[in-house]
């Protein structure tokens, strides 16, 4: 008897700790921009999909081609869940110009995951 309290004790703590999640982030897919040729006086958006096998809290950053990152993020998911996040990059070409950009997308938690994806984009 005494033992099983331990269990259910220890299995509650565990869950208080851990919030429950036990999922992994098993997918990242850059989503695919509907043109190359872009305005370079806006901020361009990148978005990739996100998906865990299970309930987790996935915590992400973003990585500049010129190393610099963004804050870290978390979302929880759902089992099985995906879900789009994105950053604004800031383009500075002038019209006609070829701009080479490669983004990051780094996952710390809940297990490391790192995606890259280069693009080549022409200024308008």
């Not at 006086?41 to 096998?53: H, S």
């Not at 800031?90 to 006609?96: A, E, K, R, W």
Request: a negative charge; hydrophobic letters at 40%; charged letters at 25%.
């Amino acid at each position: 008897m005494l033992a099983a309290v331990v269990a259910v004790v220890s299995v509650a703590i565990w869950i208080a700790v851990s919030g429950g999640d036990s999922g992994e982030v098993t997918k990242v897919e850059f989503s695919k921009l509907t043109t190359t040729i872009v305005n370079c006086t806006k901020p361009l958006i990148i978005e990739a999909t996100v998906q865990t096998d299970d309930d987790a809290t996935v915590r992400y950053r973003w990585k500049a081609q010129d190393g610099t990152e963004s804050k870290a993020t978390e979302l929880k998911f759902s089992k099985g869940a995906e879900q789009q996040v994105s950053t604004k990059v800031d383009l500075q070409g002038l019209p006609g110009e070829e701009i080479p950009l490669t983004q990051t997308l780094i996952i710390d938690k809940p297990n490391p995951v790192t995606a890259s994806h280069d693009y080549t984009l022409t200024c308008r």
